[in-house]
């Protein structure tokens, strides 16, 4: 099969790889499209220790099963693989599995293939009306349906529910669009980034600045550099909440002091659960999460090319999705 092979820092190849073989209980999928993630971009600067090359990228997808009784079911993937048997399973925090696995980790080769294997029980059916694209956006937007309900489980019931945003990515942005479907109809999002924050406007589904002003009962920083965590602790609201989703560098930022003095909640929010996926998908097969219009979609071929893109700024949308077969 052909697939996109991350061969070292900023090289990636489309090459032919030996075929996806499924394990005992998974099935087949012939992968109709994926997404490109932060983490596939940290990954191919070489920034991503738990990725080494080479390695097929890509976790967010969707396709149809190949084989079997449930041949032909087009399906979203969960790609993160769990135990089922561990305390942190057993309490519906699957996220948490010491034994996790994730698609585009080893041993589990990604979805930027023409073909992956996964359990059924990471598979969510999605109905003929909604394009392979869109489905595949149940990952990412998993991510933050998972960060925007943690952290309004814990904001004061008495604060107002408006929020901001750092970070005007896919995950930002979904961020905007989990909120909103949670009934925050105040959310800002901040994009230094002229071209994408342009192109956000022209979405309206938030207001989109190029800094942040004034203070908020709830932060999601989607983009996780101590500069933007420094921004997260000054613009957030005594008692408030900050979610912390961005993966961008490890240490700094954050105004421990304050957050102490003034009784500021941070949680660190890490993928998503089996059920915050299905919601996700859910929420996107009824339409709650908007038309879902701000994606391109690419050759997987051209997948090289994107990726420089992306890294160069060169990209207005927040989300590339890729197809094997275009």
């Known amino acids: 099969m052909k ?27 012939r992968v109709e499209a994926a997404g490109i993630c932060g983490s596939d971009m940290h990954a191919y ?6 990725r080494p090359a080479p390695l097929i990228l890509g976790h967010e997808a969707a396709g149809t099963v190949i084989g079997g009784p449930k041949d032909g079911t087009r ?46 029980d990471n598979l969510v059916e999605v109905p003929d009306n909604v394009p392979f694209a869109k489905a595949a956006l149940a990952e990412p937007l998993a991510v933050s349906w998972h960060a925007a309900r943690l952290a309004l489980e814990v904001l004061h019931p008495a604060m107002e529910r408006h929020a901001l945003v750092i970070g005007g990515g896919a995950i930002g942005l979904a961020a905007a669009l989990a909120l909103r479907a949670m009934d925050v109809v105040d959310v800002t999002v901040v994009e230094p980034n002229d071209l994408r924050r342009r192109f956000l406007q022209g979405l309206d589904c938030a207001k989109v600045l190029p800094e942040a002003q004034g203070d908020f009962p709830i932060v999601v920083d989607a983009v996780g550099f101590a500069a933007t965590r420094a921004v997260a602790s000054e613009r957030v ?3 408030g909440v900050i979610a912390h989703v961005g993966l961008g560098e490890d240490t700094g930022g954050l105004d421990v ?12 929010t890490y993928t998503y ?15 709650a999460l908007g038309p ?4 391109e979609e690419r050759d997987l071929a051209d997948g090289a090319r994107a990726f420089a893109q992306l890294r160069s700024g060169e990209v207005a949308v927040p989300k590339i999705v890729l197809s094997p077969w275009a």
């Open 3 to 29: 697939a996109l092979v991350y061969e070292g820092v900023e090289q990636l190849a489309y090459r032919d790889v030996p075929d996806a073989a499924p394990q005992p209980g998974e099935h087949l999928i």
């Open 45 to 50: 600067l070489g920034h991503d220790a738990r």
């Open 75 to 120: 399906v979203t993937i969960n790609p993160l693989v769990n135990c089922g048997q561990c305390p942190a399973c057993q309490a519906g925090r699957e996220n948490l599995c010491p034994d996790r696995q994730i698609i585009s980790m080893p041993p589990r080769e990604g979805a930027f293939a023409q073909y992956v294997s996964m359990p059924w």
């Open 237 to 239: 609201r005594p008692g």
């Open 257 to 268: 002091r304050r957050m102490t003095l003034q009784e500021i909640t941070f949680i660190g």
């Open 273 to 287: 659960t089996a059920q915050d996926f299905r919601q996700t998908a859910q929420a996107i097969f009824d339409g």
């Open 292 to 295: 879902l219009d701000w994606i």
